[in-house]
C-alpha cells in the first residue's frame, strides 16, 4: 500500500482522486493522506489539481530506537533559560544577551554560555519551579513521541 501526502485539505480534489484510483482518504488538520495499491504519476496529480503531492516512504515506526528534537518552543511550550532566569529574578540580564546574539554581536555558543553561566549556584528547586508551574508538553508531542 502506498501513502499519497496532500498538501492541502481539499477534500474534493482528494475524493476525485480517490474515486479514480480507489484511494483510501485520511484527513487530517494541515493535510489528506491517499492510501492506494496503485501506482500513481504524481506530476500528473499536480498538474490537474494544482495541488502539490508527494508519497510518504513505508516506515516501521516500532523500529525507530531514537527520537532528537529541539525542546524550547518546539517539543515544550517554552524557552527553558528564560523560564529559569525569570524564577531566578535575572531575567532582563539574559534577555539583553539574547538580544545580542540576535544582532549578530554573539555567537550561538558564546549567548549560550553567557546566558548558562549567569545560572550558575542556582538552587534546584528552581528547576523545579519551573517544571511544575510553567513547563508544559506543546499539543501532539506525548504522541509524536509515543
Partial sequence: MRTIIQHSTDIQVATQIA???HCKIKHYTSHIRLYTDHKIDLDVLRQTHSTDFNYLPTLDFSQIKLFVSDMDSTLINIECIDEIADFANIKPQVAAITE???????DFNASLIERVSLLKGLDISVLDK???ERLQVNPGGKDLIE
Fill in 100 to 106: 545580542r546574539a540576535m544582532q549578530g554581536e554573539l
Fill in 19 to 21: 474515486d479514480t484510483y
Fill in 130 to 132: 519551573v517544571y511544575i
